[in-house]
T-cell receptor, first 117, second 111 residues
Framework: GAVVSQHPSRVICKSGTSVKIECRSL??????MFWYRQFPKQSLMLMAT?????????EQGVEKDKFLINHASLTLSTLTVTSAHPEDSSFYIC?????????????FGQGTRLTVV | AQSVTQLGSHVSVSEGALVLLRCNYS??????LFWYVQYPNQGLQLLLK??????LVKGINGFEAEFKKSETSFHLTKPSAHMSDAAEYFC?????????FGAGTRLTVKP
């Protein structure tokens, strides 16, 4: 089946630095990708919808200047956590597909564990 | 590490019929279990979750799921399907740090 690759799987960064997370659809084109965040012992939270060639759509309460999303091609979306702080430490996961009537199923990346120290 | 298996990538039911979507998990610790739904052109939405306590969990839109430890299952049910239930459903398991999703089940509802 289709594969979504997310990289890196784990990253540790210093407070104040920026971290980029990549989400690639390996064998299909994804005009839309979704970014989620999970807090420990809690459900996944949709952060934003990444649209190829246009601006991402952010969910209420998500700072777009903090979490920069770029979807420059049909196979790659990136999430950059800018000026990271310890409270940004979390599990981030992307998905692609599954968003269109009659379209492909959704596939998830492996997730990225971000730790800000 | 935890994992999830959803039996049946596609399920088709008639409107008004029982919906049953199967999910089995493996986990080395008592798991947190989730069901998500994705409607066309939208991101995931949480249907329901099990953490602790009552094993029968009720969610939105009339869905419910029962945690059965002996069967390592968390099947999703709804007594009467509605056309608006047509979507993709994902079961997920979390061991506190990371979440793992099943492959998803596409539910089709026939009139």
């Amino acid at each position: 089946g289709a594969v979504v690759s997310q990289h890196p799987s784990r990253v540790i960064c210093k407070s104040g630095t920026s971290v980029k997370i990549e989400c690639r659809s390996l064998d299909f084109q994804a005009t839309t990708m979704f970014w989620y965040r999970q807090f420990p012992k809690q459900s996944l939270m949709l952060m934003a919808t990444s649209n190829e060639g246009s601006k991402a759509t952010y969910e209420q309460g998500v700072e777009k200047d903090k979490f920069l999303i770029n979807h420059a091609s049909l196979t790659l979306s990136t999430l950059t956590v800018t000026s990271a702080h310890p409270e940004d430490s979390s599990f981030y996961i992307c998905s692609a597909g599954g968003g269109r009537p009659g379209g492909t199923e959704a596939f998830f990346g492996q997730g990225t564990r971000l730790t800000v120290v | 590490a935890q994992s999830v298996t959803q039996l049946g990538s596609h399920v088709s039911v008639s409107e008004g019929a029982l919906v049953l979507l199967r999910c089995n998990y493996s986990s080395s610790v008592p798991p947190y279990l989730f069901w998500y739904v994705q409607y066309p052109n939208q991101g995931l939405q949480l249907l329901l979750k099990y953490t602790t306590g009552a094993t029968l969990v009720k969610g939105i839109n009339g869905f419910e799921a029962e945690f059965k430890k002996s069967e390592t299952s968390f099947h999703l049910t709804k007594p009467s399907a509605h056309m608006s239930d047509a979507a993709e459903y994902f079961c997920a398991v979390s061991e506190d740090n990371d979440m793992r999703f099943g492959a998803g089940t596409r539910l089709t509802v026939k009139p």
